[in-house]
C-alpha cells in the first residue's frame, strides 16, 4: 500500500493563479481531509469529507474548494491564489467513526509570489 | 474555542524522561491524540487516549485528565532521533481534529 499520496511536493504560483493540490489513498479510508502548517504553528483544517460526495468545511475554508467523487482521491482547489495561501497543505485520511488515527501524506509546499 | 496550550520547546538529554504538556478547552471534546513530526517530514501518530489514564505504547505514553482538561506525552530513554515537534490533537465528533502549535523537543548528547 502506497498509504496517501500527494502531489506535486513543491509549487510556486502568482497571484491570482489557480491550481490543484492532489490527494489520493489507497486504504479504503472513508474520511478525508487537508490541513494547512505556517511557521511556528499547529496544523488548521481547511475541509474534510466523511465519504464520497460529502464535504463540510474546517476552521480555515476561504479560498480553497474541494471536492470527492471518490473514495480514494480529494483535490483541494484554490481559486486565486493569493500570498497568504504560502504554507505546507498536508493531506490526511482514517477511517470512519470513531477511530482517531490520521495517516498524512507527505506534503505540498506552496508559495505564491 | 478550540485552542490546545502546550509548551513551544523542550530540551533533554539522550537516555532521560521528558513530559510534554497540553491543555485543552472541553467543548464536544472526545479525545486526545499525539502526533510526532521531524523537520521536513509529515505528522505520523503516536497515541490516543479517550478515556482516562494512561496509554503505553513501548518508550512513549499518553495520559488524559478529562477533569482537568490536561493530558502529556512522555518519552522515556530518550533517544537523539526523538528530536522533532510534538503535537496534541483534539476531536470534536471524530470530524473535526484540532492542534496545538507544537513542541519542538530537543535531545543532546
Known amino acids: 500500500n502506497a498509504g496517501v499520496t500527494q502531489t506535486p511536493k513543491f509549487q510556486v504560483l502568482k497571484t491570482g493563479q489557480s491550481m490543484t493540490l492532489q490527494c489520493a489513498q489507497d486504504m479504503n479510508h472513508e474520511y478525508m481531509s487537508w490541513y494547512r502548517q505556517d511557521p511556528g504553528m499547529g496544523l488548521r483544517l481547511i475541509h474534510y469529507s466523511v465519504g464520497a460526495g460529502i464535504t463540510d468545511q474546517g476552521e480555515v475554508p476561504n479560498g480553497y474548494n474541494v471536492s470527492r467523487s471518490t473514495t480514494e482521491d480529494f483535490p483541494l482547489r484554490l481559486l486565486s491564489a493569493a500570498p497568504s495561501q504560502t504554507s505546507v497543505y498536508f493531506c490526511a485520511s482514517k477511517f470512519g467513526g470513531a477511530n482517531e488515527k490520521l495517516f498524512f501524506g507527505s506534503g505540498t509546499q506552496l508559495s505564491v509570489l | ?109
Not at chain 2, 530540551?11 to 491543555?23: D, K, L, R, S, W
Not at chain 2, 485543552?24 to 505520523?44: C, E, K, V
Not at chain 2, 496534541?88 to 484540532?98: M, S, T, V
Request: aromatic residues 16%.
Open chain 2, 1 to 109: 474555542g478550540q485552542s490546545l496550550e502546550q509548551p513551544s520547546e523542550v530540551t533533554a538529554v539522550e537516555g532521560a524522561i521528558v513530559q510534554i504538556n497540553c491543555t485543552y478547552q472541553t467543548s464536544g471534546f472526545y479525545g486526545l491524540s499525539w502526533y510526532q513530526q521531524h523537520d521536513g517530514g509529515a505528522p505520523t501518530f503516536l497515541s490516543y487516549n479517550g478515556l482516562d489514564g494512561l496509554e503505553e505504547t513501548g518508550r512513549f505514553s499518553s495520559f488524559l485528565s478529562r477533569s482537568d482538561s490536561y493530558g502529556y506525552l512522555l518519552l522515556q530513554e530518550l533517544q537523539m532521533k526523538d528530536s522533532a515537534s510534538y503535537f496534541c490533537a483534539r476531536g470534536d465528533n471524530f470530524n473535526k481534529f484540532y492542534f496545538g502549535s507544537g513542541t519542538k523537543l530537543n535531545v543532546k548528547p
